[in-house]
Every structure is written in structure tokens, then in C-alpha cells.
């Protein structure tokens, strides 16, 4: 028995040895190419005994590139210059799952992001002791101020002191006060502020006076805007129209626009909206909406679809979102970079602008820079961050539960630079700004 056996295993290893040879000795029919311009690259493998015959594989011609604006920024810093300093990831290969007794990790202490010069400190008379905020920069002539609101009230930021920092003096003043700290600027940077109306009298738009050095009441001529409040960032158009998300006091929800000069307000589209907009060079409104009869597809955000709105015909299109399973962070912020991509936090982007709405959605490939402990539900979950701006030199700047991080779409890389939420506001000069603490920072990025 056991000499038939072993006769046996040797025929078997035999007709396994013939096939492997017949295998490697195989000439495959050559894969026609796509293009005459395909790439054709040999490919060999060799196994025991024998040497196969090259296979040629013919790949098919690269696809042009889609056309891209060139905005030239001379004399640019390389980023490479300030990548120092980058936190890591609380977790790099896995995280534990819901359930288990877990602690709080330790906090991040950093003095200053790497990279970044101090230039100023907050004058004792103007620090709190509470948030203080970098609301935006305002150019003026040959300088830019900064508006800073410093919280008197731990459970309402709007409740707040305001002053002024100047670029070209270093010197600090005290600011006229808001009826909030929602301020924005219009075309000419002019500086306004938005409010909330319960009771048809009060404006929910109010402009800085440079003669008086108070902020006044805007209201439109039919009086629709006094009866509820902005829910949405403010965007203004070519024509120095504003743009924004209005709801009622009956909860209605729509698209509005506000000119500041004829003082017309007017209702462009109805739906159950986001809190974020945005809008292209040609006035084409960008807005995330809740269609609630919407088909479930495992594929896609499910209930929402992002939607452009063209002004000048009343037109609408709309894209699916793709799926998510976060449900924290800041997954709907949107921003319109120099390239005409349109970024939805670190989820996606898609083509915008002059190219429409559409395409191919591009998943961003995301970091795990943005895992945080939850510290009131007790376990850790990717959070998603809230996207910024983009700065001159093409990196997207992002504001997480963790800290501050920028990103190169152009080397993939992700850079959690300091563990601060400070609000990053760009000047007239492309240089960057953030407060931490009662200190402020600055970046250049141009030499």
C-alpha cells in the first residue's frame, strides 16, 4: 500500500510540473489597444525550470487632461518650507469600537504652530476670559484691520466686546459694536452684520456708518426680511447683491437676494436647505438640499442632493452626494476653489463654475488626522471637517474637532498644524492670521 502511494504522488507531481511548464510557455493573444497612441510595456514571468515568453500588454492612451484656469502667484514660498511640526493621528491603524470602557486621551499642548511668527499680543484692557474669535480681515488703504470679538458670556458667544487690530501700526481699538458677531463685507468692503427679527421691527441687516461709527439699520422695502432670521453664510454677486438662506417664523426656508442699493428682497428658490452656500464667477448659486421622497440608495448621502441655481433663468440642476456614514463634524461645508473645484468638507469634489454641475464625483482620499475621542458619548469616530479656503499656493485650509490642518491636493499629503480652532482669515496680501489665545499669528506665503 504504501508503494502504491508514494507511485501515486509521483504521478501527480509529475502532471503538475507538465502543466506549470505548458502554462509558462503560453503566448497569449495579444489585447488590441484602444489607441494608435496606446503604451505598450512587456511584462515577463519566470517559474522553475523554465522562462516565459514576454506578454506584451497594451495600454490604452492617456485621456486629455480637462482645461484648468492658470492663476499665476510669483515668488511663492515652497510648502515644504513650513511642513514642520505636523501633529499625528490620535490612532493610525484601527480604533476602538463602540462599548468598551475607554479613556480620554491626552491633549495636544503646543506653544505656536510651526511655521508661524507671533507679531502682537491682545492689549490686557481688551482680553477675556472667555472665546475670543478672528472674524475677518477688511483692507483698507495700504493696511488691513482685523475684527476680534471677545465672549463676556461662556454660553453666548454673540454676547461680545469688539476691537480692531492694524496691520501697519500693530496698534489696538476698541470697535464700534454690533447687534452681532455675524459680520461680513460687501463689494466695496463696506462691513455689515446680520441679526435676528421676532418682531417685523427690528432689521436683521445692519451697515458700519464711517461718519457716525455705528451700525445702522438696513431694511428692505417690503419689509419680508423683519419676520426671521439668516441661516446661512452671506455670499454677494457681481452686481453687489447679497445671497443667502432666509427662514420665517413659520420655519419656511428659502433662496434669497438683498441689494443693498434699491433695497429690493426677493425669494429665487423654496426648499429645505443647509446652512452653507456658495456661488461661482457667474453668479451660479450652489446649495445642499433635503428632498425627503428621495429614493434610499446605499450609494449616496441619503436625502441630499447638491444643487446649482442660475439666476439669470431661474434654472436648476442637481447631483447625488455620495454615501457617508458620519454623522458628526462638519460634512456640509462647501468651497469653491481656484480650479473651479467644488469641495464638500473632506468628502468630495466635484466641477463647478464654467463647466456646469456634474461630472465624475472625486472621493477625497480623507486622513486620520480627523479621529477624535467624543468625549459626551464616550468612543472615538472620524469626524469630518469643515472646509476653509484655499490659499495661493493651492493648499485647502480645514478647521476640525482636533485642531487646524491644511491639505495638498497636489502630493495627497494632510497636516494637522496645531491643535487650535482658530478661525484662519487671509489679507489683502495673501498673508494668513490666527489668534491663539490672546496672541495673533501670522503665515507668509509670498516672499
Sequence with gaps: MKQKNLILLVCVSLIACARMDGFANLTPAPIAAESPSATAIPVSATFAGSTATPLTLHLPATKTPIPTRVIDY??????????????????????????????????????FPSGWDKVSTIPEKFQGKYDMRLILARPQNGYDEFWIGVSTNPDNAENSNYFIYRTDTKDWAQAPQPPSGSLFLDDHYDLWAKAVSKD?????????????????PVKDNANVLSDGEITSN???????????????????????????K?????????????????????????????????????????????????????????????????SFGDISSMYLDHEERLWLSDLVWYRAGSYGLGGVPHI????????????????YSWLRPKVLFQSIDGRLWYQSSRGNA????????????????????????????????????????TQ
Design 406 to 445: 491644511w491639505f495638498d491636493r497636489t502630493t495627497g499629503e494632510w497636516c494637522l498644524f496645531t491643535p487650535h480652532k482658530s478661525n484662519i482669515v487671509e489679507d489683502s496680501h495673501h498673508n494668513l492670521w490666527m489668534l491663539i489665545g490672546n496672541d495673533i499669528f501670522t503665515l507668509s506665503l
Design 262 to 326: 434699491t433695497l429690493e428682497a426677493k425669494p429665487r428658490l423654496s426648499g429645505d436647505f443647509d446652512k452653507y452656500i456658495e456661488m461661482d464667477e457667474t453668479n451660479g448659486m450652489y446649495i445642499q438640499q433635503y428632498v425627503s421622497n428621495q429614493q434610499y440608495d446605499s450609494t449616496q448621502r441619503w436625502g441630499w442632493k447638491l444643487m446649482r441655481y442660475d439666476p439669470n433663468n431661474g434654472l436648476t440642476e442637481s447631483v447625488n452626494i455620495p454615501f457617508t456614514s458620519d
Design 200 to 216: 417685523r421691527v427690528t432689521s436683521i441687516l445692519y451697515r458700519l456708518d464711517e461718519t457716525t461709527n455705528l451700525f445702522t
Design 74 to 111: 510669483p515668488n511663492l514660498i515652497p510648502i515644504s518650507d513650513g511642513k514642520g511640526g505636523c501633529i499625528p493621528p490620535l490612532v493610525v491603524a484601527d480604533y476602538p469600537g463602540y462599548g468598551e470602557d475607554l479613556s480620554t486621551p491626552q491633549p495636544v499642548t503646543q506653544a
Design 234 to 260: 452671506i455670499k454677494i454677486d457681481g452686481g453687489g447683491r447679497f445671497w443667502f438662506i432666509f427662514k420665517d417664523l413659520w420655519e419656511k426656508q428659502a433662496l434669497y437676494s438683498f441689494d443693498p
Design 364 to 379: 477625497v482620499v480623507r486622513s486620520p488626522i480627523f479621529i477624535d475621542y467624543i468625549g459626551f458619548l464616550g468612543y
